[in-house]
T-cell receptor, first 110, second 113 residues
Framework: AQRVTQPEKLLSVFKGAPVELKCNYSYSGSPELFWYVQYSRQRLQLLLRHISRESIKGFTADLNKGETSFHLKKPFAQEEDSAMYYCALSPYNQGGKLIFGQGTELSVKP | EAGVTQFPSHSVIEKGQTVTLRCDPISGHDNLYWYRRVMGKEIKFLLHFVKESKQDESGMPNNRFLAERTGGTYSTLKVQPAELEDSGVYFC???????????FGPGTRLTVT
């Protein structure tokens, strides 16, 4: 079965602290993985995708095929990082549809 | 350039009524996707259009849902008759190619009472 699991519904950290949002997936092939973010009163938008191997807004995510994980990390959280974060998987050769996790709400306190 | 737009932003209807949601993708985007988030659950894929053709409708919950994309431009998603469990937020997204970045609309919040 194709599934994405985000074990934390809510993650609360203080400004300047490191943050790690966990994402595990279940997929038999080679998936494409994404992190999407939804800031308050804004639409869902792509944060990063594993094939680009970029760092966006200080966030990075490494695909670990052995652990089937794609955790999102940032060394120093900022208040403006507070948002809903969704990990998503796109199965190979299935038209680009996305399978989402349940989302993690990140709250960065001053 | 305008992003993906959806109309209405919010709809409240009674069980048994019909509702039609509309999505206007970014101009030139052949790929259009519908998703929905039911309260407390994850965002789920409903279907995928390439131009006017349904490429994948494996996520459509049942035959009360009908999606169209006549002319390969905007798309509509009709729910007839609506049931209580259809309440949720319906998102539309578009992309240039199937592997391209998906741009999401603001969503339509559907409440069935």
């Amino acid at each position: 079965a194709q599934r994405v699991t985000q074990p934390e519904k809510l993650l609360s950290v203080f400004k300047g602290a490191p943050v790690e949002l966990k994402c595990n997936y279940s997929y038999s092939g080679s998936p494409e993985l994404f992190w999407y973010v939804q800031y308050s009163r804004q639409r869902l938008q792509l944060l990063l995708r594993h094939i680009s191997r970029e760092s966006i807004k200080g966030f990075t995510a490494d695909l670990n095929k052995g652990e089937t994980s794609f955790h999102l990390k940032k060394p120093f959280a900022q208040e403006e990082d507070s948002a809903m974060y969704y990990c998503a998987l796109s199965p190979y050769n299935q038209g680009g549809k996305l399978i989402f996790g349940q989302g993690t709400e990140l709250s960065v306190k001053p | 350039e305008a992003g993906v737009t959806q109309f209405p932003s919010h709809s409240v209807i009674e069980k048994g009524q019909t509702v039609t949601l509309r999505c206007d993708p970014i101009s030139g985007h052949d790929n259009l996707y519908w998703y929905r988030r039911v309260m407390g659950k994850e965002i789920k894929f409903l279907l995928h259009f390439v131009k006017e053709s349904k490429q994948d409708e494996s996520g459509m919950p049942n035959n009360r849902f009908l999606a169209e994309r006549t002319g390969g431009t905007y798309s509509t998603l009709k729910v007839q008759p609506a049931e209580l469990e259809d309440s949720g937020v319906y998102f539309c997204a578009s992309s240039q190619g199937p592997a391209g970045e998906q741009y999401f609309g603001p969503g339509t919040r559907l409440t069935v009472t």
